[in-house]
């Protein structure tokens, strides 16, 4: 009863409860494109929306995917034991997609500075869609590979993490498909947190 299939959702709407009441996803058809459709994302909690475009033509990072909805609703109920509500925290989100769980901590929490959705090139301009479409201010698009050159330059142009009193909460959800992508993944988590 859990699961959410998104291959369900091809009607011209539909609605989609977590499964606890709490956040509910809706999807609207696009009037440009049948494969790109406007999401509507709501905390019954925190009692916020999050608009969301996506472009499942595009690939797998150009789509909202079960895990990031479940991943919200886990930070939404957890978020006090996961971080202190009198510290401020950066977030990193790693392989983004089109952004959900990135956004949904920073209109949720004013403890959240700067948040960083990273993911390939070619999630970068629905994922600035996406922040703009929401007006988050503090959220930036970053493309970041894992496991290569590419860490070094993402950490060279983030001022916070030189002198960062706290480590930044590294977040990610259902962005690990193929196994060859194991050990890069586990090794970009272990430069972030070490």
């Given at each position: 009863?859990d699961i959410i299939s998104l291959e369900s959702?091809?009607?011209?709407?539909?609605?989609?409860?977590s499964g606890d009441g709490n956040n509910i996803?809706?999807?609207?058809?696009?009037?440009?494109?049948?494969?790109?459709?406007?999401?509507?994302?709501?905390?019954?909690?925190?009692?916020?929306?999050?608009?969301?475009?996506?472009?499942?033509?595009?690939?797998?990072?150009?789509?909202?995917?079960?895990?990031?909805?479940?991943?919200?609703?886990?930070?939404?109920?957890?978020?006090?034991?996961?971080?202190?509500?009198?510290?401020?925290?950066?977030?990193?989100?790693?392989?983004?997609?089109?952004?959900?769980?990135?956004?949904?901590?920073?209109?949720?929490?004013?403890?959240?500075?700067?948040?960083?959705?990273?993911?390939?090139?070619?999630?970068?301009?629905?994922?600035?869609?996406?922040?703009?479409?929401?007006?988050?201010?503090?959220?930036?698009?970053?493309?970041?590979?894992?496991?290569?050159?590419?860490?070094?330059?993402?950490?060279?142009?983030?001022?916070?993490?030189?002198?960062?009193?706290?480590?930044?909460?590294?977040?990610?959800?259902?962005?690990?498909?193929?196994?060859?992508l194991f050990v890069p993944f586990l090794t970009?988590?272990?430069?972030?947190?070490?």
């Amino acid at each position: 009863d859990d699961i959410i299939s998104l291959e369900s959702l091809d009607s011209d709407s539909a609605n989609v409860d977590s499964g606890d009441g709490n956040n509910i996803l809706t999807l609207e058809n696009n009037t440009y494109d049948s494969d790109s459709r406007e999401l509507l994302y709501e905390s019954q909690v925190n009692k916020i929306t999050i608009k969301l475009k996506q472009n499942k033509l595009q690939g797998i990072a150009t789509q909202l995917w079960p895990a990031a909805i479940y991943l919200c609703n886990y930070l939404e109920s957890n978020f006090n034991e996961i971080i202190s509500t009198n510290d401020y925290i950066d977030v990193i989100e790693l392989g983004a997609g089109i952004g959900l769980c990135g956004i949904f901590l920073s209109k949720c929490y004013s403890n959240v500075r700067n948040v960083f959705l990273t993911d390939l090139d070619i999630a970068m301009p629905l994922l600035n869609d996406n922040i703009s479409l929401n007006n988050i201010e503090l959220a930036r698009a970053v493309p970041l590979e894992w496991g290569n050159e590419s860490f070094e330059r993402f950490i060279s142009c983030i001022p916070f993490i030189q002198g960062c009193k706290n480590k930044p909460l590294v977040i990610a959800a259902d962005c690990v498909y193929w196994e060859c992508l194991f050990v890069p993944f586990l090794t970009t988590i272990k430069q972030f947190i070490s």
